[in-house]
């Protein structure tokens, strides 16, 4: 059948007001003079979204009738956020739109406000992912991302009245969803536990098989990916748990209410809340639940409901590459084993030459404790048939070790897939790195890292298997859309080819000399400044005076990215005007920002949250201050409060410890919204310090190298601080109770631990940093010369788009085709 075009509504303001009237009455069933506010919001996504449609329709009907390798981008997290904005913008229709609303006499802003977005991510993960699904619509690459439409996302962060975080459930569907789209009649089973036993086929030839003890369906809820004004729209698929028999009627009208919905409540538990607390035998068995779960519908999907029933799948790494974002998703792998093996009778080297060619795997941490090993019993009990598979595979790969390596079985042990100690456990990265196609890390030196210390074994076995790909964000969200002055200036400046190719951004380089282009720059920062601050003023916080430098660290809160190094910082300064070392007008006048998320069962962090919020509240009212230092620490931070804070950022702290931040996406983005970077030699630090100059970076710390060899001999926190007098002040001010209204055991956890153990080596690198905050003090009393290394930011980080990230999966790994 010839590819017929979809047509969607006229796209004119009288039509776009007939079709919203239309949705607002007879979908929402309110008339415009009684709506609600939530009515009125839901009214213009589901309009937005049907003048989306006709282009998903018609890019889904062309994928089929003219196929090329699909991308399955299999991943934990999406981190959407908010898609009203981010639709209006790709599909052109922003204008339209305004100008609809003004003549209803609606307030365009308040809807955008009405707007919960979807917490399906942690941090940068999520958002990466988010990001490349938008740079592969935009690309017009086949692809659908797979992953979990949680009930509850990450957690709505809530702090005390004395700063300690609490987490409350971030319930996003409580107001609806109108942006997806559920299908049950593409419903999945997916089984667990029971036992595997052995059985003759047709054949005579003997055989393995699974006998599962209970299942439940997977119900894949679809949202549209738009590209940036290309009439391309891609498919999220999102899959949500539930019962195969959600109700049993017979034991409700028992009475026994309970029970009745056991099962089903025992499913919803599976798609119920983003990384469930794992700290407990049954919180880790809820995470394995959870990666199976996506996984085998997704695999299952795409086999069953993508392919034609005759399709010959010894041509299956031909149609599709599975993607697998961390070791969440690695789980697929005995999947497709298993489905190959079981389903389709096929041979262990048959299934083998297929699986080993349908997968690659990006590595996003080089820490020991986030590349996932899962107990064998565990994995044995959920799911008996995928243990066995893996164990096969561990063996027939052990083989070819001993064969390259003979009599080396200490190296046997250490490359084993299956871990004997300190307990009997499954290496996911070890199992990834046996069956991808391609192993990525996500910077250059993250990827040396991963060569040359966490996977160097199979680096050495494989050394073509091995390639680093560096992430990027993508430009539309992060520029075109959160910095409306910055992005204005540039598109007046070098016309509007930026946002699809940010290599453009080159082409600013000689207006860094222009001082009329470098005074309208700090006008769109300034801009930027006085939007975070009416932001600030309305829910209550302090009145943000928007001269002061804006000094901003917002990442997930973790020890090695040491928010608690930045904390000295204050403190330091802080010391020195109430000690009467400096006087206020001496100091850099400045307004810090954090921005953080600790884990629920992450207790250090949550105390570090705890004190960055007790020093805010003292150094705040502190009248000797002056007004010169504020501390700023806004509850929930999240990709809409992102959007507003990067803009407004003058400075980008990037000060983890060298070797261990695998690349790190907000230094991206705030170097490409103009902040100057003040960062270790770490993660993409490296490649922006390179690209950017040494003399518009702010460089500082020990390498990844000197942080190797101290670690090595020995590393004694308590010399760092009893040789640094500046040092002993800042946390002898903390130690005594000065900002925990005198209670030392307060603070005394973190206290103790930098002295005893400071396993981050914030110590050692403290007077480092601030050297360089001082070079920061300097740059910044010239203000033309700060926004010049600004400009010169803006326009060689080009190379920072998750378009060419995306480029370089597509040339180095995938081999799906760009059409556009």
Not at 727 to 754: K, M
Request: a negative charge.
């Amino acid at each position: 059948m010839a590819l017929v075009p979809a047509v969607g509504p006229e796209r004119t303001v009288d039509a776009f007001v007939r079709e919203y009237l239309e949705e607002l009455n007879f979908s929402q069933g309110a008339p415009l003079a009684r709506s609600t506010v939530n009515h009125q919001y839901l009214a213009l996504a589901r309009t937005v979204r049907s003048y989306l449609m006709a282009d998903w329709l018609e890019t889904a009907a062309r994928r089929r009738e003219q196929p090329t390798k699909m991308v399955g981008y299999l991943s934990a997290e999406y981190l959407l956020g908010r898609q009203l904005d981010n639709a209006l913008l790709n599909s052109d229709l922003a204008e339209i739109v305004e100008q609809a609303m003004a003549a209803l006499g609606l307030d365009l802003n308040e809807l955008r406000a009405q707007e919960v977005e979807p917490g399906l991510g942690n941090g940068g993960l999520g958002r990466l992912a988010a990001c490349f699904v938008d740079s592969l619509a935009t690309m017009d690459v086949s692809c659908i991302g797979f992953g979990i439409r949680y009930e509850y996302g990450i957690f709505t962060q809530v702090f005390t009245p004395d700063g300690r975080q609490v987490e409350a459930p971030d319930n996003w569907l409580a107001l609806g969803a109108p942006w997806e789209f559920p299908n049950p009649d593409r419903a999945v089973r997916v089984s667990f536990g029971g036992h595997t036993e052995t059985y003759a086929d047709d054949s005579g030839r003997e055989r393995r098989r699974w006998v599962p003890g209970w299942s439940v369906r997977g119900i894949p809820y679809n949202y549209m990916v738009p590209g940036y004004r290309n009439g391309v729209a891609n498919t999220l698929r999102l899959w949500s748990a539930e019962a195969t028999s959600a109700f049993d009627l017979e034991t409700f009208n028992s009475g026994d209410y309970v029970d009745a919905v056991r099962a089903q409540t025992f499913a919803q538990n599976i798609s119920k809340v983003l990384y469930p607390e794992d700290s407990t035998p049954q919180g880790r068995e809820l995470r394995l639940q959870q990666q199976y779960f996506f996984v085998a519908c997704s695999i299952n999907d795409y086999l069953h409901g993508t392919l034609s029933k005759d399709f010959d799948l010894t041509r299956l790494p031909e149609q599709i590459i599975f993607q697998l974002n961390d070791t969440h998703p690695v789980i697929a792998i005995p999947e497709l084993m298993r489905i190959l093996l079981d389903e389709h009778g096929m041979n262990w080297d048959q299934a083998w030459a297929i699986t080993s060619r349908c997968f690659a795997y990006t590595c996003h941490t080089l820490l020991p404790e986030a590349l996932e090993v899962w107990p064998a019993d565990l994995v044995g009990r959920l799911l008996p048939r995928h243990l066995e598979i893996i164990y096969g595979i561990n063996d027939q790969f052990l083989d070819l070790v001993r064969a390259t390596y003979p009599g080396d079985e200490l190296r046997v042990r250490a490359m084993s897939i299956v871990a004997e100690a300190p307990f009997k456990g499954i290496r996911m990265a070890h199992l990834a790195a046996v069956a991808a196609t391609k192993v990525n890390g996500v910077a250059e030196l993250h990827s040396t890292l991963l060569r040359e210390k966490v996977l160097v074994d199979f680096a050495r076995l494989w050394p073509e298997k091995f390639t680093n790909v560096t992430n990027g964000v993508t430009p539309r969200r992060f520029v075109r859309m959160a910095n409306r002055p910055l992005a204005d200036l540039i598109t007046s400046t070098i016309g509007d080819g930026w946002v699809r190719d940010l290599e453009k951004l080159r082409e600013l380089e000689p207006y860094a000399d222009d001082a009329a282009f470098r005074e309208a720059f700090r006008a769109a920062k300034r801009a930027n400044k006085e939007r975070l601050a009416g932001i600030a003023l309305r829910t209550g916080d302090l009145v943000l005076p928007t001269d002061h430098l804006f000094d901003v660290m917002v990442k997930r809160l973790h020890e090695y990215k040491r928010q608690l190094l930045k904390l000295l910082h204050i403190v330091t300064t802080y010391e020195s005007i109430i000690s009467g070392e400096v006087t206020p007008e001496q100091v850099t006048p400045r307004v810090v920002i954090f921005g953080a998320k600790a884990a629920p069962g992450y207790r250090m962090a949550k105390e570090i949250i705890h004190l960055i919020n007790r020093v805010a509240a003292v150094v705040n009212a502190d009248e000797r201050v002056c007004g010169r230092l504020q501390v700023v620490f806004p509850a929930n931070y999240n990709v809409t409060l992102a959007e507003r804070i990067i803009p407004a950022a003058d400075l980008s702290e990037q000060i983890s410890l060298a070797g261990k931040e695998a690349s790190g996406t907000g230094n991206m983005k705030l170097a490409l919204n103009g902040a100057l970077t003040i960062g270790t030699d770490d993660g993409a630090n490296v490649e922006i310090r390179r690209l950017v100059g040494d003399e518009n970076f702010f460089l500082f710390g020990l390498t990844e190298p000197e942080v190797a060899d101290l670690q090595r001999q020995g590393y004694s926190p308590g010399s760092y601080f009893e040789s640094n007098p500046t040092l002993r002040r800042a946390i002898g001010l903390i130690a005594s109770g000065h900002f925990t209204d005198g209670d030392r055991s307060v603070v005394g956890p973190i206290v103790g631990d930098l002295l005893a153990n400071d396993r981050y080596l914030v110590l050692a690198d403290f007077q480092s940093y601030l050297d360089a905050q001082a070079r920061v003090d300097a740059a910044y009393g010239d203000q033309d010369a700060w926004s010049r290394s600004a400009i010169l930011n803006v326009a060689r980080c080009g190379f920072f788009s998750s378009d060419r990230a995306m480029r370089d999966y597509i040339d180095r790994i995938w081999g799906a085709e760009v059409r556009r």
